[in-house]
């Protein structure tokens, strides 16, 4: 008697959207940080401990809060276009 073995790949299908990445920044003085968090468990305690470090360290311009509904998908194009014009560089919680 034949057996049969069904193995399921659980990989799921990814949107990817390729965008243009700025050059790299060395010097955070003066920049304005963007953070990003997609309302995964704790990943506002994170970026708000990464706020105070880098507050602590840098003589920041700011600092901006962007939050998308997204669990493992990725934030609109709105909210992609609204932190990159906002934003110097951007600290991204997108996990649990």
């Not at 008697?1 to 990814?14: C, F, G, L, R, S």
């Not at 949107?15 to 990445?21: G, T, Y």
């Not at 309302?39 to 708000?48: A, E, S, V």
């Not at 003589?59 to 509904?69: D, I, R, S, Y």
């Given at each position: 008697?034949?057996?049969?073995?069904?193995?399921?790949?659980?990989?799921?299908?990814?949107?990817?959207?390729?965008?243009?990445?700025?050059?790299?920044?060395?010097?955070?003085?003066?920049?304005?940080?963007?953070?990003?968090?997609?309302?995964?468990?704790?990943?506002?305690?994170?970026?708000?401990?990464?706020?105070?470090?880098?507050?602590?360290?840098?003589?920041?311009?700011?600092?901006?809060?962007?939050?998308?509904?997204?669990?493992?998908?990725?934030?609109?194009?709105?909210?992609?276009?609204?932190?990159?014009?906002?934003?110097d560089m951007v600290v991204v919680?997108?996990?649990?």
């Amino acid at each position: 008697m034949e057996k049969t073995i069904i193995v399921y790949n659980p990989t799921a299908k990814y949107n990817c959207k390729r965008i243009k990445v700025n050059d790299k920044v060395n010097d955070l003085n003066g920049k304005v940080i963007g953070f990003l968090w997609n309302h995964k468990p704790n990943g506002d305690i994170l970026l708000l401990s990464i706020k105070e470090k880098l507050s602590q360290r840098f003589q920041l311009a700011g600092t901006v809060w962007h939050h998308f509904e997204g669990g493992s998908s990725m934030p609109e194009d709105t909210v992609i276009d609204e932190i990159a014009t906002t934003s110097d560089m951007v600290v991204v919680a997108i996990g649990d």
